[in-house]
Each structure stands twice: as structure tokens, then as C-alpha cells.
């Protein structure tokens, strides 16, 4: 579906290592049979994953929104902001009840913690197939 680039590229954001690992975890090698598979970049800073996403073009960004020094709900609105055509952003918030935050930060989905592997896996498939659609959208368009 992506053969724009070959695998899928997904960043995750956290300064947790564990919830690194949960987010890995839950994605697997494939997220979904009609996806291809994916390559995840971890990062646990804010200023190394910037880094990354301005020399290498993803299909989804994952952020922690309990990350620190810097959370992953500003750095959202930052990269909604700096980024033409911003890849999807999945933010994770605390609790259920902190989703308003992600409508601030103009997050295109929003999970809370602790992360459900089959709830995470399909609010990242349906990002990527929105992203994936949009994508071959504007190629046919060319």
C-alpha cells in the first residue's frame, strides 16, 4: 500500500522506556493484514526525535503525553504547526478524562494509559490508512 517508501515509518516518543515498550509491543511487526509492515523509531527526547522528522519523512507520529521535560501534547501542536502535511499524531494521555487535551494539541486521535494492545493497534491502523489514502490521493492528483 505504501510504496512510496517501502515499509511503514511510525515514531514513538516517550522518555518512559517502558511505555516505549508497551507501544512497540502492541504494534508487533505488522498492525494490521491490509497494512505493510513497519519500522518503528523510538526516541526519548524531544529535541533527538525533531531531529529525525526533519530529515526523514513518516507515515505516524506516537507521543506520550506524560512525557518529560516536554510533554508530548506541545510538542503535537508544535509539529501540527511546523510540519507541512503533518503526519497522523497519536497522543496518550493520563486518563480518559484528559482527552480534551488532545483536542488542544490537534492530535489525530487520542488514547489514555495503560495502553489496550488491540485498541492501540486499531486507532494506529486507521491513522496509517487515512494517512496511506491521503498520500496516493494527492500522488494521483500529480
Known amino acids: 500500500m505504501s510504496q512510496r517508501y517501502g515499509a511503514l515509518k511510525v515514531v514513538v516518543y516517550s522518555d518512559d522506556s517502558t511505555v516505549r515498550s508497551s507501544i512497540v509491543n502492541a504494534l508487533g511487526r505488522q498492525i494490521a493484514t491490509d497494512l505493510p509492515e513497519h519500522e518503528i523509531h523510538e526516541f526519548a ?7 529525525y522528522l526533519d530529515r526523514h519523512k ?3 507520529i506516537i507521543l506520550d503525553g506524560e512525557a518529560t521535560p516536554e510533554g ?3 510538542i503535537a501542536r508544535q509539529l501540527k504547526d511546523e510540519i507541512f502535511e503533518c503526519p497522523p499524531v497519536l497522543v ?3 486518563r480518559a478524562d484528559d ?3 488532545g483536542a488542544w494539541s490537534r492530535a489525530d486521535s487520542v488514547l489514555s ?3 489496550d494492545p488491540f485498541t492501540f493497534a486499531q486507532s494506529v491502523a486507521e491513522l496509517l490508512r487515512s494517512h496511506l489514502s491521503h498520500i496516493s490521493h494527492i500522488s494521483h492528483r500529480a
Open 45 to 51: 527526547t524531544g529535541p533527538a526525535m525533531r531531529l
Open 58 to 60: 513518516v507515515d505516524c
Open 72 to 74: 508530548g501534547l506541545g
Open 92 to 94: 496518550l494521555v493520563a
Open 99 to 101: 482527552a480534551w487535551l
Open 113 to 115: 494509559h495503560p495502553i
